[in-house]
């Protein structure tokens, strides 16, 4: 596709419910990020994967978390048992192997805002 | 993993003036070091970056500079404009894998 596309852009869940946030990076990129973002706070990194490398998934704050990304591609977060500290924009962003065109941009997308009531 | 610090966490200043903000890094292999922009409810955006070959880079009225030796890095702003008020993120990684971000400093420019 043309961006990194991020879904759902909004939601909202009562705490203790699990949610799936899903990412579509770049077509070819190899590289995918997860970063979450509070409300006017820094980009936090949770997860990185690279190609077919294991990923490095030593941002994830609890077991809580986790982290697929199926056939190279497309990637989903989960978060169990939601709690409000989680409530946050999540961010995905990806960019191409290195050495290639544009390969040092970050590309992000639009972010999934989570509301954990 | 690498760990970027990054101050300060806002900075106001006037229209026209300079504004300077300033990341240090922990991992001496970082050797690409990116500038990204978030403006109010929009997502980051790549304004300038250098690598470890060299120690200054300038694009218009934007530059940064890099001190390998102390593994710290700026960025300078010139002739402010209000457009230039959002969010700045400094990174520092290794051939841009495993890319991690300074906390971000506000920028507010006063008209």
């Known amino acids: 596709g043309a961006g990194v596309s991020q879904s759902p852009s909004n939601k909202v869940t009562e705490k203790g419910k699990d949610v799936e946030l899903r990412c579509d990076p770049i077509s070819g990129h190899t590289a995918l990020y997860w970063y979450r973002q509070s409300l006017g706070q820094g980009l936090e990194f949770l997860i990185y994967?690279?190609?077919?490398?294991?990923?490095?998934k030593s941002g994830l704050p609890s077991d809580r978390f986790s982290a697929e990304r199926t056939g190279g591609s497309v990637s989903t977060l989960t978060i169990q048992r939601t709690q409000q500290e989680d409530s946050a924009v999540y961010l995905c962003a990806s960019s191409a192997t290195w050495g290639r065109a544009g390969a040092n941009v970050l590309t992000f997308g639009a972010g999934s805002r989570l509301t954990v009531l | 993993g690498e760990n970027v610090e990054q101050h300060p966490s806002t900075l106001s200043v006037q229209e026209g003036d300079s504004a300077v903000i300033k990341c240090t890094y922990s991992?001496?292999?970082?050797?690409?070091f990116p500038w990204y922009k978030q403006e109010l409810g929009k997502r980051p955006q790549l304004i300038i970056d250098?690598?470890?070959?060299?120690g200054e880079k300038k694009d218009q009225r934007i530059a940064v500079t890099l001190n390998k030796t102390a593994k710290h890095f700026s960025l300078h702003i010139t002739e402010t404009q209000p457009e230039d008020s959002a969010v700045y993120f400094c990174?520092?990684?290794?051939?841009?894998?495993?890319?991690?971000f300074g906390a971000g400093t506000r920028l507010t420019v006063k008209p």
């Open positions: 250098i690598r470890s070959n060299v």
């Open positions: 990174a520092a990684s290794y051939n841009n894998n495993d890319m991690r």
């Open positions: 994967f690279q190609g077919n490398s294991a990923p490095d």
């Open positions: 991992d001496s292999a970082s050797n690409y």
